[in-house]
């Protein structure tokens, strides 16, 4: 792929909605697996970034701030983001940003952003489980309501910063190379990517997009899930999965 042909963050996620094949697998708690397909997924994306942007007036060049739990559903908020292109951050208490979204009231009870945001971990909440503080939003509750095509009034330009001090072309760029990088799964047979970490980052959002541009799914297993060998080697090889340290 040459760098004229490296698709801007918008192509990309517009790719991703034809995809019929799965994109993200979720495993937690046992019995608990949640397989989104692309058009799926970008179904939460699309819901996701209008419920930014309609709910919390969150637009391009916006900062963003976002927990750093791994789950599915930040993982949808990430590319919800991403779609509206705001300036996305994993640290600090939301100073400067529009919105800081997280898992629990203790992330953001002394936030600075303007719209402090409480996701729930249930794997299918229609709400947070528990109590919402004054002056917050219920992103379970609410996102449901919002249209599941993207209105696309704000959208990412590529000289903005995607994160700080990267561009959205810079990391259009770095997630190609990463895709690059796995098209040996193809020799493999493998169809998945396992995300290895325990927090969301730069480096797990390169992943996370070089694994959907390269044509793979990328699984997830809870990292506030005890995984027991025999049970993570049965879900690796149900979901024929790799690990990045396999790529070698």
Known sequence: MTIDSIPTFTAFISSLARRQSPALLWYSAPGERIELSGRVLDNWVSKSANFLVDECELGAAQ????TQQVHWR???LLLAGLRVGARLTFEGGGEGSQVHAAFSPAEIEQ????YPVL?????????????????????CAEVRSHSDAYSGFSLPHESDAAFKGLTYRELMQRVAARAAQLSQLTATGKHSLLLETSKLSLNATVDV??????GYSVLVLDPQEEWADERKNRIMSDERATAPQDLG
Not at 126 to 138: E, H, I, L, N, S
Not at 209 to 214: E, R, S, V
């Open 63 to 66: 900062q963003y701030t976002l």
């Open 74 to 76: 930040s993982l949808v």
């Open 111 to 114: 936030s600075a952003a303007e």
């Open 119 to 139: 996701v729930d971990r249930g794997p299918l909440s229609m709400r947070f489980m528990g109590q919402v503080p004054a002056g917050t939003t219920d992103y």
């Open 209 to 214: 997009l070089g694994a959907l541009m390269a």
